[in-house]
């Protein structure tokens, strides 16, 4: 039988580490920021925008960029407000 039974040892020198996992989200945020350029750059066309009363022209690209983060914070408030009450549940059945 083998002394480890699965997984590196701990003093493996070449084992996964905060570093790289940060290093790994930075090459990934860097690929996706040229992706954003190249959409900004494609979609500089005006677009009418029309919002609860509010009218003006803006970049195309910047529109579609606004609406999606607008939507991406709904989604984070609609999930954490899932997590704290699924805390809660979990705090009051101990």
Known sequence: MSEHAS??????????????????????LGLLLVLLIIFIAQNTQEAEVNFLGWSGTAPQSVALLIATAAGLALAVIAASLRILQLRRRVRRTR
């Open 7 to 28: 997984g590196p040892p701990p003093d493996d020198p070449l084992r996964g580490s905060r570093t790289s996992a940060v290093w790994t989200g930075v090459v990934g």
